[in-house]
Structure formats: C-alpha cells, structure tokens
C-alpha cells in the first residue's frame, strides 16, 4: 500500500472531490432505502408485524384483504382443519371516524381480531383489548398526534356504532391509515352478525397451507408478503423507490469506474515505468483496489453517519426507517458495485506493457 | 580476467508476423565486463530501444542468448523477468521518469518495497546512496520540485538501490545541457568503476563518449566497433 497512500496524499484535492461525490450518492442511496422502508412500514405496518406465515382469502379477491370475504361455510371448513394455535380469522374495513361528535373525519382501517388469538395487538399505552367487552378499540400511535386519547369516544360512520378508545398501539397502519383494532364479537355487533369475517391468519408451514387451501373450497392461501403487496399502493410505491435505488447504485459504479479508469489512463507512462523496475500486475492492481476500497469506505462511513445525524433532526410524521441491517446491506452492496466498477481499470492496468518505459520522454 | 556481466550471444529480434515480418535485431553479440561502462551509439531508428529492451528484460528475442551473470535468461517467462529485472537490473530512463508523488527517498525504498526488504535497512542503503549524489538534502522534495540534473541522478540512485548486476541507461542526458549532461554521466561511470559492476548507456550525444570504456556503433540492427561513414 506503498503507491495508493503517497498517491492519495499527494493528489488530495482529486480524490476528496470524488470522495465527495461519492458520499453524497451513498447518502441518497441510505436516504432513500430508509424512506422505502419508513414508507412500507408506514403503509402496511400492521400487515408486516402481523405474527402469522400465511393469510387464508377468498380466490376472487384478487390476492387483496379488504376485497375477500370469506363465508361462513369456508370459515367452518378452516376451523375444522386448523387449531387455535395455528389460525385466527380477521376482518378488515376501511372507513372514517369522528371524535365524540366533531365534525371532523379521519381515516382508519378497522381491524376485527380474536382478542386471544395470535395477532391481537399488545398496547404500549393504556388497555388491550379483552374477550367480554364490547365497543372498545385500541388505536395506532399516530391518532394520539391527530389529537386522539383514552377514553375518546369514536362514532364509525358507515354503521353509526360508538367505540371507546382504551389504548394504543404501536406500528399497525394499513394502506397509510392507522388502525382501529376492535373484537370479533364488537365486529359481529356492529353489522348485526350480517358481517362475516374478511380472512384467516395462519400460523403454520407452506405444507399446512397447501393442505388448507385443497381442502377448502373457494380460498387462496398467501404469503404474508404477497399480502403486503396487494395493499393498495404498496407494490408501486416500493417498485418507484427501488428504482431510484437501482439507479443510485448503477451511477455509482460508473462514477468511479470513469474516474479510476481516466487517472488509470494518465498513469499508462508510469505503471510501464514501475513494471520495466519490476513490479509485478498484482502489486499494482492492489494499489488500484486499495484506493477504490478505501475511498468507498471512507465515503461510507461519512455518509452512513450524515443520514443517521439527518434521521434524527426528521419531523417525526415523515415516515423514514433506518436500521442496522439495511445499512449493512446497502454498505456491503456499495462496496461490491465499487470493485465491480474498477475491474475495468484493472483490465487498463495489466494490459500495459513494460517497454512503454524505453526510448519514451514523458 | 573479468566475469562477463552482461553477455548477447547471436540475438534476433523480429516484430510483427506473416509478411509483415520486421527484423529489428539481425543478430548481436556483446559481452559487457565487470567494471566496464559501454556506449551504444546510433541514429535512431536503428534498433537501440529493442536493443535495450531485450538486454533489460523487457522483451524476450526471438533467437539467440542471453545472459545476466550467469543466468540464461532468452527462455524465461514474463513473471520470472519481472524478477529478473527487479533484482538484477537498473534501469535509467530518459528524462527520468520519476514517480510523481513520491518524495526523492520514497523513489529508492519504492525498489525495496517491491523486493519484500525490510524498512530499516533500506533506508539505510537510500540515504547512503542520496548522500552519494549529493542529492540527501532534497530527500524530502517531490520531482516536480528537482531540476533536471537532480532528478537524472536521483534515477540513478534509484537504478542502484537493488544491487543490480548491471544498469541500463536510456538516453539519460537527452533533457539536460551538455554541463549537467556530463556530471550525471560521470557519476554513473564513478559508481560503475566503484561497485563492479556494469553498465549499458544508449545515446546520441557524442560529447559524453570520453566518459565510457567503450563505444559500439549500432546501425541497421547489427552492431559495429566502428561507424561506416
């Protein structure tokens, strides 16, 4: 590492200005990675965090939750099949609520669930949600910021039916709306049993769900992350992120494949030179790759701490999610699309010839 | 007598391939003495850069010997040059051809570097040979801070810093006046006659010819001990 630190020393300003660069794709790349993943939790939390495998729907709702119905016949079916261990059926609804009369409308998605069963949500705030009690419902986090509290009373407008907010949840949104969990049975009440359930969450392996969806006619059974995606928007806002993503990736690539590749070529002279005086392919293409790495590192580093330090002075209604792993996986797939990129000044440098040194004034 | 240094036995060198076959080197026979400071001179296009090339390592001949010390080297692979050249020989380029962002003492421990020496003796042997040249106060200095003559002998205490069997010199007063020309010549003959070992200067510059042992004249691929005209 002889060459590449004198190098870099000695050339500073050229490779602090690409160094820059570099830091400041690799800081979109984190910013927007966490924004996919604030956006995803902040559509379809409740889905992600849901503890199932698998989600039992109707097959003409088009893979969609809110679309499926399942009659009581298919439920009976499932029952049957299933323990309580391994299934929980769910219903959900889009809809508005008014707080305790004002005129004021919010969205939410109501969530029916079986306050006992495996996907009930636990709140970080006030009460859960208990078997007896009828018209009570637990809220996400995010209604306490639109001015909601404990012991709100909540009219849901397309039945009219009056629910009590006795606690908060955390991380439960569906297609952007926080939601209302309510029981199966305030559920039952609230459309006078007309009402049946939306679908079935399965807790239980693909064999299970293969057997459930043979043995009960009319259903589909999906991965929870194929529900994820047929969450309205889900799929598209994810898809347009990524995107940009993949582009950020691709430009970085270019970027200090151009810039390594043209100093490369401004060293031709040079590296025949080191190779008439005997260095050897390998030494020198380290030296190249040494620089690479350490410049992606650095700039790395740098940005990895510019976004934490911008994650914290975020408004915290912007949905943005960064943590270890993805930083990781972005940082470890940055440095590969880095050493991708200086292959082909490699290629440049074991190419040169040695005799490039003789009867030549530089 | 002597041990030979250098020795070309009969070397060939074509380029090119099917009729487009160019005979660069038509057969050249040399031996360079322990001691001795040879002169090539020549016009150019005479074959003196192939020449170098091939007695340096740097291309293999199409026929003939030969050998550095007492090593055939005309059927070594290119990996095994490399070696051979970094071990055995030093080479002096024209105009230098420094390495532009190395201070002039990292120019010689670069050599060591390559070779897997250890720090401290190399920079040893580096100041001893700076201090040689009279060149250990502009240690610290990068070449673009050197004027010529400075960085032509800081070449040469490059070209030495392996021990090398024999130096190669490429036109090594081509951007230097005649004055600084001769000072950084006489010190290549001094260290030549001094360490034993010996050298090889291709030029055009007649003014230095007093300075070698001896002088070959190399016209169209072969060489002569006498020019034609």
Known sequence: MFLALREMK?????????????????????????????????????????NADYV????????????????????????????????????LQMTTVQKNGEAKKTDSTLFAVDPKGFIAPQSIDGQSLKEGNKNEAVGDLSLKDEGFQIGDRLKEETTGTVLTLIGFTENQSFSHSPVLHVSLKTWEAMHDGKQSVNAAALKADSGKAKEIEKLVPGVEVISKNDALKSIPGYKEEQGSLLMMIVFLFVIAAFVLSVFFYVITLQKVNQFGVLKAMGAQS??????????????????????????????????ASMPFLLNVPLVAGCSVLFLTVSVIGSLISLYQVIKIDATEAIGRAS | MKENKLTLQDVKKTFGDGDQQVEVLKGITLEVKAGEFVAV????????????SVSGALLSPTSGRIMIGNQDISTLH???????????????????????????????????????????????????????????????????????????R????RAWMNDPEIILADEPTASLDSERGRTVVQMLADEVKLREKAAIMVTHDQRMLDLCNRVVYMEDGQLISKPSV
């Not at chain 1, 020198?284 to 040494?290: A, F, G």
């Not at chain 1, 990895?304 to 994650?311: G, M």
């Not at chain 2, 001179?41 to 170098?52: A, D, E, I, R, Y």
């Open chain 1, 10 to 50: 000695h050339a500073k300003m050229r490779y602090v200005l690409i160094g820059l660069i570099m830091v400041l794709i690799s800081f979109l790349v984190l910013f927007v990675s966490g924004l996919a993943k604030g956006l995803a939790s902040d559509n379809a939390s409740s889905i992600q965090t849901m």
């Open chain 1, 56 to 91: 039992v729907l109707d097959k003409q709702s088009d893979q969609r939750i809110n679309r499926s119905q399942l009659t009581d016949e298919q439920l009976k079916e499932i029952l049957h099949s299933t323990n309580q261990k391994q299934r929980t059926e769910f219903g």
């Open chain 1, 282 to 315: 390998g030494y020198l293409s380290r030296t190249v790759m040494y620089q690479v790495l350490s410049l992606t590192v650095v700039s790395l580093a740098i940005s990895i701490l510019l976004t934490f330090t911008v994650s914290q002075l975020l408004p």
């Open chain 2, 41 to 52: 001179v020549g016009p150019s296009g005479s074959g003196k850069s192939t020449f170098l």
């Open chain 2, 78 to 152: 290119a990996k095994e040059l490399n070696q051979i050249r970094l071990k055995n020989i030093g080479f002096v380029f024209q105009s230098a051809n420094l390495i532009p962002y190395l201070t002039v003492r990292d120019q010689l421990l670069l050599l060591s570097e390559l070779e897997h020496q250890t720090h401290k003796e190399a920079e040893k042997k580096a100041d001893g040979l700076l201090e040689r040249l009279g060149l250990l106060h502009r240690k610290n200095h990068y070449p673009e801070q050197l004027s010529g003559g400075e960085r032509q």
């Open chain 2, 154 to 157: 800081t070449a040469i205490a």
